[in-house]
């Protein structure tokens, strides 16, 4: 597949949608997967996907400064509450899977999505 | 490290309140806007709003207060953040990738991982970072204007 957007990966894997409804049609550039802010800031590129189990609002504001297609929190994390207001707010999908991250990755991985390689 | 003194197009500080979480990221995020609407190439309002999300963290995790001045002249963008707090006792050390003084809630939500201070110094041409132990800490940072920026 040469073209994935948001809403491909929702329906593949069967992620629940919190919010950022608006922008599912958006093409992804590729995915980044870590719960360390800084390593996301420092690594993932814009158009990411962004597989995460930190659930707290600042990861909106990582989300909005790298420009990212969206989060999936992954083990079935929930999303606080005043998480969810800022990705409103600001547009942010935020999307939810059972599955843990590892298995999360392999699938994406198979359906075409990559990382950018080694830094 | 070149002052913004002569020639500033636009100044505009920010206070940042320490220990507050809520809303960390929104002064980098104006930053950002701001350099959007003055129209700068990608690759400077991203390596800019990269230096002052670390940056404003940086007050948000360790500081009681501070403040985030931008300073946009015709030849480059400056960053100046001084806060009050516990400040930095070893500058060098806190430099070094990995190293890290972070407490067990700042790492919970995945910040003190080390990589701030040098995430700031691969985003920018010029950083300038001092602290008196007890004090507080002043940070500056400079991003050049030039062609190797626009890409």
Known sequence: ??????????NSF???????EKRLKEQVTGGYASDLLSDVIAHSRKGNIWLTIQTHPNIVAVATMKEL????????????????????????????SPLFTFELVGKLYQMGISGKGEC | MAEPEENICFHEMFHI??????????????????LKEAGFPGK??????IAAFEAEMNVICYANQGNLSLFITPNFLKV?????????????LAMREGYSTADETIRELGFGAGMGLS???????????????GQGTHLEFIIYLDKQNEG
């Open chain 1, 1 to 10: 597949m040469s073209f994935v957007t948001v809403f491909d990966i929702v």
């Open chain 1, 14 to 20: 069967g992620l629940e949608i919190r919010t950022g």
């Open chain 1, 69 to 96: 297609a969206g989060i999936i929190l992954t083990g079935g994390r929930k999303p606080d509450s005043d998480t969810l207001q800022k990705a409103e707010e600001e547009e942010i999908p935020i999307l939810v």
């Open chain 2, 17 to 34: 309140e320490g220990g507050n979480f809520t809303h960390a990221g929104a002064i980098s995020s104006r930053v950002k806007k701001i």
């Open chain 2, 44 to 49: 400077i309002i991203r390596r800019t709003s």
């Open chain 2, 80 to 92: 100046v953040v001084k806060d009050e707090g516990i400040g930095i006792p070893d500058v060098n």
């Open chain 2, 119 to 133: 995430n700031i110094k691969k985003n920018t041409d010029e950083m300038i970072l001092t602290s008196e132990s």
